[in-house]
């Protein structure tokens, strides 16, 4: 083999070693991840809109002129 193809070979190895070995740390990591259990808040009904609150209470009471 030319030094060329040699050097072109041993560049690959490396690549697939270090790609390896990632898709490995990723593969144990996502094994590891636990699942969470989705949260139940309130409704969409009673959260969207205007929702007058102490604090704008206060910031109303400070904006008087």
């Known amino acids: 083999m030319s030094d060329r193809i040699r050097r072109l070979s041993r560049r690959n190895f490396l690549m697939t070693l270090g790609?390896?070995?990632t898709a490995a740390?990723?593969?144990?990591?996502?094994q590891n991840?636990?699942?969470t259990a989705p949260t139940q808040g309130k409704s969409r009904r009673s959260a969207s809109g205007?929702?007058?609150?102490?604090h704008v209470r206060n910031y109303y009471r400070t904006t008087k002129v």
């Open 19 to 21: 790609a390896g070995g």
């Open 25 to 30: 740390a990723a593969t144990i990591v996502a």
């Open 33 to 35: 991840v636990k699942p």
């Open 50 to 54: 205007y929702q007058e609150s102490a």
